[in-house]
T-cell receptor, first 114, second 115 residues
Framework: DQQVKQNSPSLSVQEGRISILNCDYT??????FLWYKKYPAEGPTFLIS?????DKNEDGRFTVFLNKSAKHLSLHIVPSQPGDSAVYFC?????????????FGKGTRLSVIA | EPEVTQTPSHQVTQMGQEVILRCVPI?????FYWYRQILGQKVEFLVS????????KSEIFDDQFSVERPDGSNFTLKIRSTKLEDSAMYFC?????????????FGNGTRLTVT
């Protein structure tokens, strides 16, 4: 049962261009969404989050967009840098349903080519 | 910046043996979690812990698993009798408030190999 889906296992982008990572969810109770970045041999590192009362949140080069009607969110990285190469995980939880556990997608491996 | 620390980084054990994975969460955090990632698969929730008791657990977290906060700083995951399929990266995480309000901060994980 994949409540959080990242359908692209990998993505390659040239340095300086925009990276767009996509995530779909099925549980309409989810109201808090996060993106994590993971390097090999390290734990997931929090990047950016968005609650369902917003449709956009921006932090420097990172912007998360939320489309509740489509149950879709995306992470935009612009400009992409070689250091952004990592696995990116989308995650979601349903805070209004008694703090359900954070559910992760399978991840998208981003490669930024210099 | 404060961080979650996990020891050991790699643990090899024989099937049927008990293992204890250790974590030191961020000091002012109140919520603690264990997740695991089997190679090539997604990060899966195991258990959450708040106020000295389990608040949520997944189907994976069966009777072979237990968690403990033995003192004011450590948070441990015990697997009583390890199976081959327990081989995975185990991540500890902590947060200042519960799910849905603040991000989880993860440690670098313990790679458990059961032979």
């Amino acid at each position: 049962d994949q409540q959080v889906k990242q359908n692209s296992p990998s993505l390659s982008v040239q340095e300086g261009r925009i990276s767009i990572l996509n995530c779909d969810y099925t549980n309409s109770m989810f109201d808090y969404f996060l993106w994590y970045k993971k390097y090999p041999a390290e734990g997931p590192t929090f990047l950016i989050s968005i609650s369902s009362i917003k449709d956009k949140n921006e932090d420097g080069r990172f912007t998360v967009f939320l489309n509740k009607s489509a149950k879709h969110l995306s992470l935009h990285i612009v400009p992409s840098q070689p250091g952004d190469s990592a696995v990116y995980f989308c995650a979601a939880s349903a805070s209004r349903s008694g703090n359900t556990p954070l559910v992760f997608g399978k991840g998208t491996r981003l490669s930024v080519i210099a | 910046e404060p961080e979650v620390t996990q020891t050991p980084s790699h643990q090899v054990t024989q099937m049927g043996q008990e293992v204890i994975l250790r974590c030191v969460p961020i000091s002012n955090h109140l919520y603690f979690y264990w997740y695991r990632q089997i190679l090539g698969q997604k990060v899966e929730f195991l258990v959450s812990f708040y106020n000295n008791e389990i608040s949520e657990k997944s189907e994976i977290f069966d009777d072979q698993f237990s968690v403990e906060r033995p003192d004011g700083s450590n948070f441990t995951l015990k697997i009583r009798s390890t199976k081959l399929e327990d081989s995975a990266m185990y991540f500890c995480a902590s947060s200042g408030v519960g799910f849905g309000s603040s991000p989880l901060h993860f440690g670098n994980g313990t790679r458990l190999t059961v032979t």
